[in-house]
């Protein structure tokens, strides 16, 4: 069974609905939640928040954190997961923010850098990835989004169901 199916059985049984808010996977994790018969059941509502206009205006990241941490960083995946949650009422937010190159990394955020943010029951969990830089872009954006659904799938089968 593919990961977002695997997903989508669990939201299904549980009768969880999920949300998700994109940046550097661009609408990809949706997509890969939809792509599952079924999944209007529990899919509730996605955004797809690629500015720092709309990170701020739709999920309320503050400018402070944008401004202070930018849009790829723990603080604002975090921050994405909660204003998610707040404006959809959903179960479960799953947000990406990253660099997917392959241009625009720096030193301390190279391309490959990718903030995943899950909220389930009050906790929010941030995980970092860092790829390598030398991946394609596509190929990078598949593996944010499969890496963020994994992470749901993890959070959800820690006895947090």
Known sequence: MIPEQELGQI????????????????????????????????????????????????????????????????????SMAEGLMQRTCCDISLCTTGIAGPTGGTADKPVGLCYISCKYKNIVTVKELRLSCDIPR?????????????????????NRI
């Open 11 to 78: 939201l299904k049984e549980k009768k969880l609905f999920i949300s998700t808010a994109e940046s550097c996977t661009g609408g990809l994790l949706s997509s890969k939640l939809t792509d599952v018969d079924g999944s209007s059941s529990y899919v509730k509502l996605n955004f797809v928040t690629y500015s720092n206009k709309s990170k701020h205006e739709i999920l309320g990241v503050s400018w402070d954190i944008l401004n202070n941490f930018g849009a790829v960083s723990e603080e604002c995946a975090q």
């Open 138 to 158: 596509v190929q990078m954006k598949q593996m944010f989004a499969d890496n963020a659904i994994k992470l749901a799938i993890s959070i959800l089968k820690e």
